[in-house]
């Protein structure tokens, strides 16, 4: 079988998480490293909860988004050439971030100059 440029021996041809074998039929995923996912496996959006059939944007080991929830969480804007920053409170675009970071910078400058003058 031949994908994309990829190709593989017919008893080769199977899904990389549960290792059924695939054929010409099989709706099916190629994921950027060649592996393939079958239907069955494919990755659901951890936002809607959607079964994800086109392009699966992976931030962890099982956290996967759509492109459609993909968003930075404070400004609510699509993440842009895959950018961001992932932190304890979520995915933020860069912007947000840097914003987030420098306002912490600030807040924390404040507490020690007035914890200085007790």
């Not at 944007?57 to 988004?65: C, E, P, Y």
Request: proline share 1%; hydrophobic share 25%.
């Amino acid at each position: 079988f031949s994908i994309g440029g990829n190709r593989w021996h017919v008893e080769c041809f199977r899904c990389s998480s549960c290792d059924a074998q695939l054929d010409c039929d099989t709706n099916l995923l190629v994921l950027g490293n060649g592996d393939l996912i079958c239907g069955n496996c494919c990755y659901s959006c951890c936002v809607c909860g959607k079964k994800i059939d086109d392009l699966a944007i992976l931030t962890g080991k099982d956290t996967a988004f759509c492109a459609k929830c993909f968003k930075c969480r404070n400004c609510k804007r699509p993440i842009e050439n895959l950018r961001y920053a992932r932190t304890s409170q979520g995915i933020f675009c860069m912007s947000c971030n840097d914003k987030l970071i420098e306002r912490r910078r600030r807040n924390k400058l404040k507490e020690q100059q007035s914890g200085s003058r007790r």
